[in-house]
């Protein structure tokens, strides 16, 4: 799943200073263009998708980054015939090939430098009063989903650098691509951009998401603690009799699941810090007479460390597989999700936080973060990691009403110029822009 | 449910021979009515609908019987604020009210006669090639449903008797109702008809099913093997948590349905023939990442004794209330439908016979044949055994193409004036109609 | 186990009659052995083994079977290395060598007739008061030990047999085996005795037991409803930790053991008669802060035909085998008994009722009994049936005091010389002996 | 359960300074018993007795009191009818009447001090082989128990304060509890000892444990990480039957063991730290064909804070009733054993840092020390912290040979005057002895 990642390269240094004059370059022109980024932002919001069906989103997406002459990469041909994790058990068309990638490589020799933001909406009706997006009439136009985690404003950001930065690759060296990924929500997306390729040539890979606790006017680097998970889902088939003339005929895959999930929940206990399992949804049979054919449930597995999150893995798998022989039915297990655990090192720590004192814009740099959930950039940063690359994450401070994942979710859109100046310098001391 | 019965009655006599004369008129009356008994049965399987649902049905019945100059009791005078077990878990409008009674009282001293036919139809699309209600065009003409048990036949049938013996009560002794029951699919409507006190002082109960394996040309009086069984919908409320952050806080409903369900299969082991224990549907929890709050199953228990499955329902209730209390969570359990255990008694198998043979109909009658399956007339049945009155169910022999329940079923139209013939010649007899 | 039968023989003829002066004799010296019958039977109540531990038992049959004359196969020679099903778990020296089989071949063509008495005791205390054999001074002298089935009646009735017909073999055909097999209770030795190849070429076998229900003064041929049966001992292994500080370190043989039994418990729903599963010993761990590494169970399954015992058979090991995969622990399954289902053929039923009308001795034969319950000589008489030879088990009636295997237990000592007289005379019919 | 402790007391001043002469004698005094208490503690090392069984031990140390003069309390009279936590399950005469107290009043007002020693032994069998106490002919005598927790030194060290402090107790103020606590293995004694009441007016409590790790040297005041935990023996008791004549007469306590035991694993499940759960020893029917009466297991629960501990209690202990009922078995639970979180308060580590400095003894004194296992003197301590005493328990460094439970155990005999002297003063300034 999103495994291969090329061989090792050698490492390409990135971590490089920014000149005084380019940092307040960018701050005036990221600056300038808050009214834009704030239009952006609301247009979004009012047409949010769910994740794998962001079809109109990406097409503005593609359209923007096209007018300012980026190669851009998008539908099939973005994701190929990667496996797509959590598609919708009933998809429609089009689903699965959402999000792209815009490119520019400067044809000097460097690093080649991916920046990415994530565009899926979530499940939530919008609250209607009391609430801003309602009442200065951008709320959601799409009853039933929202985007209440603040993705709409990374889109934004991410096309407010792409536009900054744009004139400024006449010079600098190495590659940009500036990534818009799909299905963030459900930790699903990201492993299909890992195995398309695009991590391959990653030197530097930074990722932003705003909120999540940390006020306006903070920005945090030294962010760890991010949660390891698996999602699957179990599908088993055994065969239905009535139960009433021929019990013995059945093989009875309600059962089966329900002797599953006690011993799936008995593997939790663990020394390892953050170890959980969870059998959220379970669904199975169809009449009261009839033993039941057909069980399907869904199972999420967490831990604190990529290590303890692989051995619960194969312990879990190995036990659904077992059991399903122990009671004669089929099985099939799909990943539906996943996510990694994720520290930012302390060499992307001390560069960024270096690059923040040039723009001087952040009174507050959180330099011990724990994030506490999960979050698919992981899976891109373990890929960079992997071959030698350097990743970090990073939260962009931004005071909130409501909690993410809420109807009531709404953010301080003053922070969206901030998140555009902070990237774009980042990029510019990477790729040597002066 | 279903329990109230009125104090026990002075024994009334019912099973009176039937004069010559009278055998030989019913017959020939019978057979006239043929033609207008087969356009009736086509109407019916053209218009079929399910059980609690038997709308337009019930309206076409009650004109029919009102037109005859029977009282008729329908809508909601008919089974009033009783139970209705198995409603669709969302009900349409009007669901619940259907199925009537016609009342015909000689004015006279002498038994309360009740015959018994149900009317509706099954969740099952009908064969479109190589069927003859197809190919003659008098298929359903509803998607998915289907007159596939022969219940058209059986209103056919009970508008048949209703006719014949209506001028023939000018004389006779005592009451006639003729019940035209709802929702027989799930042994569900006998039960509301109970508890509405129809059957409180009903001498003479007799019901009949056509086909079931017996041949044209063949009836079972000695019919025995009715299996008792009770369906429960069982509904447990936890409380949901994040299944990451704060399991512990969760109440977890899917667990405990889980528990529960190898705990009810383990309470099947009985030296008492046929008892069964199935949780045919399971359905629990909304999210893979939250500790799942709801859970709905549904049980069907079964025996060959009402005694054996009395004691099997007690334990399985327990269990059920008791692992709840184990997990925490609340719980509900909904009666979906019933049948109990049911044998012919010597005295109507001899009587009945006996009548037939007056009539010379059928050339051979079955006096031990097993019936192996649930029927909803047997708690119209026992509700009047317990009282001291008489009960019979009947087996009318009809040749089938197709099973019962599936999308070829067809039946005989020829047997539709037999069973006719038969049932006015039992009522005849215990009226002392001459 | 106990299955390799040799190639089929063609069938020697066996039911032949019985001679009526031979008869006449056979119950006058039939008679005459009654008093030293009894002395026999008191001394081996006197004296009761549990099974495979009937070491001093054997010795004094063998002895007394020796001094007859006859070739007597015992100790490591009559069972060899065939596997002994159910030993003590902490088996005694000599433990599993005992019974004995006494031969004779007449040197003249025609069948092998084997006899079978059981000799084994049981786990009982017997009484002490109120009760014939404390009073008379022949109660068991060994603590705990009980012949409370009344095997020691079968002892007695076994050399009275070998006592009257040993002269008889001077003449008649074939050749005689008298089997006094060890460990029938838990349904072990008959498994040994067949794997060995004593029933090889065995024409003819009766086996007796006496009581049952059945009074003095009659005797049952027509016996059917034997019960087939298997129990196994399974043990488990994983892996101890210590529960508090790594209990991920650990594999729970408790645990698994516990899912198991629900497990095979649902098993037990079949439309088939009489199955049952029963898990009726566990024990597991050893302190309360370590995971388990142990467990141990005790199993038994049950069906009235062989085929549904060999079908839920399969379906309990592969249960068993897949659970224990599921908690990675090993597993070891050990059958430790077995029985099969039986129903006395036709013809031996009519054979062996034309003979008993020669002797007189019963005035009430049933022809219809059902046994329900399991007998280890099913083994033996289905080893027989297989190669094509006859079988029978008959139940010798006595009348009772307390029920079997109770304290209580005693039987009508005056039995003995009737069930001596009925097994010498169907064997000097099947043998021609006059 | 232990839990009554009288009403707040008046805070008393406890923690005073030592004066440096008084400092310099102790020391003196102390190093001149070392000889003395090697021998003791050699002695206690070849009679070691379990838990609750300290009889012998106990009359020896009760000797040795009572010749200095102390009043002792012992026997019955030492603990009442408080309840015993985790007995044998067949004691012995005598068992649950160990251990002893020590008491000397100066008649002076000023605080009560406890010093707490523990006196039993494990069911370990000493190795013989490259082992001290082997070599040197101070092995165990009694096959199968050792003092392989150094509880043979913390006599010694008990008995040493005793004989050290006893002349000084001419001065002071206030009153002296010398503890010998009886059966800390399991988590125990301490439990009856707070039930007695003996910790009612205590306003300063000190414990001591060697080795854990600590070197010699060392010592350890700032002690924290004591994990609560709770043991209980849960009995069910069902109804036999013939598991294949009527399985449904039964009501198996095996299954409904084997039921509770996944449900008690779900419920480890906890954002609170070092949650555990584990049953640990499961013992269940008598026979293979018998549905079984009787089950019997053994549960521990852990946790890192008495909250999250009692919590943890009550689901379990619910959900161990509540099964049952759905089992209708009956339930018992015992609690065998528990322990309570705890951390030494600040002011006392302060304080006894201080009087350890006047001594001069160990080099190095460690403030975080987290203990990481359960100990009976937290109970102890926690019932003195909630009458608004103080209390602490401390780690005396000692180097060991093998680990603590194991058969290699051993510890550096030199720490022995070390320990005695550390108590006796912090008594010594407590009772403002000079």
């Known amino acids: 799943m999103g495994e291969p990642v090329g061989p090792l390269a050698p490492e390409v240094p990135v971590f490089r200073e920014l000149d005084a004059t380019t940092a307040a370059r960018i701050s005036t022109e990221a600056k300038a263009l808050q009214p834009w980024l704030v ?25 923007e980054l096209s007018q300012l002459g980026y190669e851009v990469v998008s539908g099939k041909d973005f994701l190929g015939d990667t496996p797509r994790l959590g598609l919708s058990r009933e998809p429609i068309p089009g689903e699965g090939d959402t999000g792209c990638i815009a490119i520019h490589d400067t044809g000097r020799p460097g690093p080649t430098v991916c920046l990415r933001v994530d565009i899926d909406a979530l499940p939530i009706t919008e609250a209607t009063t009391g609430h801003v997006p309602a009442d200065a009439g951008y709320a959601s136009t799409v009853d039933g989903v ?149 069980a399907r449930f869904e199972l999420e597995m967490r831990a604190e460390t990529n290590d303890a999150l692989d051995r619960l893995e194969r312990r879990c798998l190995r036990l659904i597989a077992s059991m399903a022989e122990a009671h004669e039915v089929e099985h099939a297990t799909v990943l539906r999700g996943r996510s990694g655990a994720w520290r930012n090192p302390n060499d992307f720590v001390a560069w960024a936080s270096g690059i923040d004192r040039m723009l001087g814009t952040f009174p507050s740099v959180l330099t011990d973060h724990p994030f506490g959930a999960g979050e698919d950039a992981t899976t891109l940063a373990g890929a960079v990691d992997r071959r030698g690359g350097k ?44």
Chains 1, 2, 3, 4 share one sequence.
């Open 391 to 434: 990743a970090g994450i990073i939260v962009l401070g931004a005071d909130l009403v409501g909690d993410h994942h809420t109807p009531e979710f709404d953010f301080d859109e003053n922070v969206l110029w901030q998140g555009v100046q902070l990237l774009t310098a980042l990029t510019a001391g990477a790729m040597e822009i002066v």
């Open 146 to 294: 929202m985007h209440s985690c603040g993705h709409d404003g990374h889109i934004a950001i991410g096309l407010g650098v792409a536009r900054l930065l744009r004139p400024m690759l006449a010079g600098g060296f190495g590659k940009l691509k500036l990534l818009f990924q799909p299905a963030e929500e459900g930790v699903r997306g990201a492993n299909s951009v890992v195995a398309a390729g695009w991590m391959d040539d990653v030197d530097l890979f930074a990722a932003i998401h705003l909120g999540l606790g940390v006020p306006s006017g903070s920005v945090a680097f030294g962010v760890h603690g991010f949660l390891a998970s698996r999602k699957y889902a179990v599908l088993l088939t055994g065969r239905a009799a009535h139960a009433g003339k021929a019990p013995e005929e059945g093989r009875n895959a309600l059962l089966a699941a329900c002797q599953m999930v006690p011993g799936l929940h008995a593997l939790a206990q663990s020394s390892a810090r953050g170890v959980r399992i969870n059998v959220g949804v379970l669904e199975a049979g169809k009449a009261v007479n009839i033993v039941p054919e057909k």
């Open 39 to 63: 239009d952006l932002r609301r247009h979004f919001h009012r047409h949010p998708e769910l994740g794998w069906r962001e079809v109109a989103t990406t097409a503005r997406i593609v359209e």
